[in-house]
């Protein structure tokens, strides 16, 4: 779904729709260009290149004001990162790499990011760290935030709206509380237990 929206793969039916603007089917450097970010779950940074050169690889279609505000942002964020530019990505850890591959997609300055397992392979406190960020992204820059993750009582904690999608089809819709708490779609499907009535 997140590469559809990212104009990674053949619509075969129906619309993707931003802000009523119908988008389907666009080239995915237009669908970026129009302030939408895609971060798959593997491969989302230049292995062999190093931090600083992922970063201006990431900035490459933006200006200088806007690249160095991108990069402020990133580094408040991420700060550990200042002491990794020279390092060749593929030498981090798998949290570190998250952090280098966020704050790419922050020097762009988007309105939506789209976040593909972003704790997957992680340590459960790197897992932590990354979902905390994650919700920062929503809370203090005001970004739009589309989560698929596997870990999913953290997700829902963090998250406001809800949708579960069970062999492509939605089963569910409605706000992250509701689904958090709810007895059998939550045991069914996202291995939830809900807190016993006291």
Do not use: C, W
């Amino acid at each position: 779904m997140l590469k559809t929206v990212a104009g990674l793969t053949t619509v075969l039916g129906g619309t993707v729709e931003i802000d009523g603007h119908d988008i389907t089917g666009l080239p995915a450097h237009v669908i970026a260009k129009k302030g939408i970010a895609y971060l798959p779950q593997t491969e989302s940074t230049f292995t062999q290149l190093t931090v600083s050169e992922n970063l201006k690889m990431a900035g490459y279609t933006v200006e200088k004001t806007q690249y160095d505000e991108g990069l402020m942002t990133g580094l408040r964020m991420f700060p550990q990162l200042s002491n990794y530019m020279a390092s060749k990505v593929q030498n981090l850890s798998g949290g570190e790499r998250q952090m280098v591959a966020m704050t790419m997609a922050l020097i762009r300055k988007p309105t939506i990011i789209m976040l593909d397992e972003p704790t997957a392979n992680l340590s459960p406190k790197l897992a932590t760290e990354v979902l905390k960020n994650v919700g920062s992204l929503s809370q203090d820059l005001k970004m739009a935030v589309l989560l698929v993750e596997q870990n999913a009582r953290k997700a829902l904690e963090i998250g406001d709206r809800a949708y579960l999608l069970v062999g492509g089809k939605k089963v569910f819709e409605g706000s992250a509380k509701e689904l958090l708490e709810h007895k059998e779609l939550g045991q069914m499907y996202l291995g939830v237990k809900t807190a016993a009535p006291t």
